[in-house]
């Protein structure tokens, strides 16, 4: 028993270790004057140019405009993605519905392929439609993505939930729209927020989309304009680059340790 708690503790560290290297390489490096950087990561801080290095890459990535952007693409799809999650989980797990098993393989199996082999039908499919280079066109894209991952999570939740009160209230004559909206949701409502967690997550780091999709500036995710910083045409320096990262993963940061609570009680299997 002591052993085995040694070797777990162990391994926690390692992969604690693994995990805050490169974090404070970035923190490190980004505090790093621009003009002083000499091409070598620094592995002690020296400097202290962390606010500069951030104005630099706000104004010259223009990342305002993006995380706003980023901000209305995480929310409304993260929100769209748990709702219908939601829906779909209650119908195969709560509602008498056939071919159960069969509706979870074919919700879920939009998980199973890498988000590559979408790209060429979907640039094809917006290119020949109003969507291409639009917020709509994101929207729609990310909220997509989003329903097989949040839909497992919901229904696994929704498969430790007590079937008799449901069931009480469906002999008191409530309908299914009632008991979703008044008894589903209310028990379910750590799991939707621990989904629009890891969907806004997601969102607000995708990139592959933000640059095949859109062209546009004023439309464009924060990534796609953060990754205009250390592109070919680009004269910014690493330290303004990882500035500019460090800056934009706020949002995300500061999102989950609010939702901390939610997300945790999300876990746990009710009894």
Do not use: C
Request: net charge positive; glycine share 4%.
């Amino acid at each position: 028993m002591h052993l085995g708690r040694v070797l777990r503790t162990a391994a926690v560290s390692v992969l604690a270790l693994l995990w805050l290297v490169p974090t404070w390489l970035l923190v490190v490096n980004a505090l790093v004057p621009a003009d002083r950087y000499s091409g070598s990561p620094h592995w002690l801080p020296s400097d202290f140019a962390l606010f500069d290095n951030m104005t630099q890459a706000w104004d010259k990535a223009e990342l305002g405009p993006a995380m706003g952007n980023s901000l209305l693409y995480a929310v409304v799809s993260a929100v769209a993605a748990a709702v219908l999650a939601g829906f779909a989980a209650f119908a195969t797990v709560i509602m008498p519905v056939r071919h159960r098993t069969l509706w979870f393989w074919l919700i879920y199996s939009g998980t199973l392929l890498p988000l590559q082999v979408f790209i060429r039908p979907l640039f094809l499919s917006y290119a020949t439609s109003s969507l291409y280079d639009t917020q709509t066109g994101l929207v729609l894209i990310y909220t997509a993505i989003a329903i097989p991952f949040a839909f497992f999570v919901m229904r696994n939740y929704a498969l430790t939930l007590p079937r008799e009160v449901v069931e009480a209230a469906r002999m008191d004559g409530a309908s299914w729209w009632r008991v979703f909206w008044q008894i589903h949701v209310p028990l379910t409502r750590s799991a939707m927020i621990a989904v629009f967690v890891f969907q806004f997550v997601a969102v607000w780091n995708d990139l592959m989309f933000g640059i095949t999709l859109v062209t546009s500036r004023n439309i464009r995710p924060v990534m796609a304009a953060l990754a205009d910083l250390q592109g070919n045409y680009s004269n910014v320096g690493p330290p303004i680059v990882l500035a500019g990262a460090l800056l934009v993963s706020l949002p995300t940061l500061v999102l989950f340790f609010s939702a901390q609570r939610f997300f945790i009680s999300s876990l746990k299997i009710h009894r």
